[in-house]
């Protein structure tokens, strides 16, 4: 069994920062390529950056330059540090991870959620 728990989120007021973490861990070989998303309230959850085992990133045109995901791979463990945060942002955010409990068999996790709340 492999486990995601996320932390960090909360109530900021617009412009605020907030950090991000989520920290797998159980019977895990290695992960691959790992996410975070959102989904906001009578929304479709949507993709917020993902990063791959190598390091490469990708975000929403949303958050690109305030937004920056990371990883560290010895602690299996993704971060999303979030500035410049505004209203439209509010949202739970959910981390989401490929990972190898064997060389050969890959699955798909999910944590939990972390609710992030900004004010106007």
């Known amino acids: 069994q492999v486990q995601l728990v996320e932390a960090g989120g909360g109530l900021v007021q617009a412009g605020g920062s907030l950090r991000l973490s989520c920290a797998a861990s159980?019977?895990?070989?290695?992960?691959?390529?790992m996410e975070w998303d959102r989904q906001a309230p009578g929304k479709q959850r949507e993709l917020v950056a993902g990063?791959?085992?190598?390091?490469?990133?990708k975000y929403a045109d949303s958050v690109k330059g305030r937004f920056t995901i990371s990883r560290d791979n010895a602690k299996n463990t993704m971060y999303l540090q979030m500035n410049s945060l505004e209203p439209d942002d509010t949202a739970v955010y959910y981390c989401h991870a490929a990972v190898l409990v064997t060389e050969r068999h890959e699955y798909s996790y999910w944590g939990q959620g972390t609710q992030v709340a900004v004010s106007s």
């Open positions: 990063i791959t085992s190598t390091g490469s990133t």
């Open positions: 159980g019977s895990i070989f290695s992960i691959n390529g």
